[in-house]
């Protein structure tokens, strides 16, 4: 399979609202509600920040939101911070493993 | 809740190396466990995954028949056995808690394996 399809790269201003899309197929993406979304900052781990589409994991800021459409999820970060700038990943259920490659927000 | 992993290091193409992972402060044997890794400056890629009693195993196609994932529940920790090493394996290797669905809850630190001569 395939990976999912993520802009390489999304920029934003402090204070406003950023959204990463995520494409999948019927296959993954669209054929169920397991979507979730990592972010990642330099030489960190990754840390779950949305599952099943989109909840949150306790402790997670609520200017994190997702959502999907068809066979696009997306991530929503409103009120963009400058902490928030990191690199986001999403990943879908499926048969193994698949991820997006990646986009690196800029603030 | 914690994962550790240990064991990366350098070694030569063809080489073998296993590196583990210490669980703790959850139920290990209550979730399924899963290897993922990062090249240097690339995304996230899955690795394999191991079911609470690591009698069912699955591997992404570039390491199948190279690497072998297992579990020790009576110590609480995970391993990955790799053989057949290749410049494209060095990355950062990340124990991961999966939650369900593929959806990792809990990550290690990771544990860095360069594969050169």
């Known amino acids: 399979q395939s990976a999912l399809t993520q802009p390489a790269s999304v920029s934003g201003s402090p204070g406003q609202s950023i959204t990463i899309p995520c494409t999948g197929t019927f296959s993954d993406v669209g054929a169920h509600n397991y979507v979730s979304w990592y972010q990642q900052h330099p030489g960190k781990a990754p840390k779950l920040i949305i599952y099943?589409?989109?909840s949150r994991p306790s402790g997670v800021s609520n200017r994190f939101s997702g959502s999907k459409s068809g066979t696009t999820a997306s991530l929503t970060i409103s009120g963009l911070q400058p902490e928030d700038e990191a690199d986001y990943y999403c990943n879908s259920y499926g048969y193994t493993g698949l991820f997006g490659g990646g986009t690196k927000v800029t603030v | 809740v914690q994962l550790v992993e240990s064991g990366g290091g350098l070694v030569h193409p063809g080489g073998s190396l296993r590196v583990s992972c210490a669980a703790s402060?959850?139920?290990?044997?209550?979730?399924?466990m899963d290897w993922l890794r990062q090249a240097p400056g690339k995304g996230l890629e899955w690795v394999a995954i191991i079911n609470i009693d690591g009698s069912a195993k699955a591997y992404a196609d570039s390491v199948n028949g190279r690497f072998t994932i297992s579990r020790d529940n009576t110590e609480n920790s995970l391993y990955l056995q790799m053989t057949g090493l290749r410049p494209d394996d060095t990355a950062i290797y990340y124990c991961?808690?999966?939650?369900?669905?593929?959806?990792?809850?809990?990550w290690g630190l990771g544990t860095l394996v360069t594969v050169s001569s």
């Open positions: 099943e589409v989109r």
């Open positions: 402060g959850f139920s290990f044997t209550a979730y399924w």
């Open positions: 991961a808690r999966n939650r369900g669905f593929n959806s990792y809850d809990t």
